[in-house]
């Protein structure tokens, strides 16, 4: 997923002229100040859009989050498919809800 994430990241930070770049390194800039001062302001909401989609890629991807289940901590994806397994499909609805509802609310968060 780290991969992916990268790879929606990169245009972004492509798209930043290298003027900007050289313009610090003139001035003195070392690397972390022509990072933080430049480069992620600027690039700071396409990254965070590339790290959301991969949230909601992981939450809802079943196969990536039976590897992270323990008889301790039951995950929600999980629980819907052992529900829809069992034959209990109005309670897989009602944890896909939950599941919808969570993604849902940290979509919004990151685009305030």
């Known amino acids: 997923m780290l ?41 700071s909401r396409s990254l965070i859009a590339s790290l959301l989609q991969c949230f909601v890629n992981v939450v809802s991807d079943l196969a990536i989050v039976v590897l992270l289940y323990t008889p301790i901590t039951p995950l929600l994806s999980v629980l819907s498919y052992r529900h829809a397994s069992d034959g209990l499909h109005q309670f897989a609805n009602a944890v896909t809800l939950v599941i919808l509802a969570i993604s849902t609310l940290a979509a919004g968060l990151a685009m305030l």
């Open 3 to 43: 991969a992916f994430a990268l790879q929606t990241g990169r245009p972004t930070v492509a798209q930043i002229p290298g003027d900007i770049d050289e313009a610090a390194r003139m001035t003195g800039a070392g690397f972390l100040r022509r990072i933080g001062a430049s480069t992620l302001p600027l690039a």
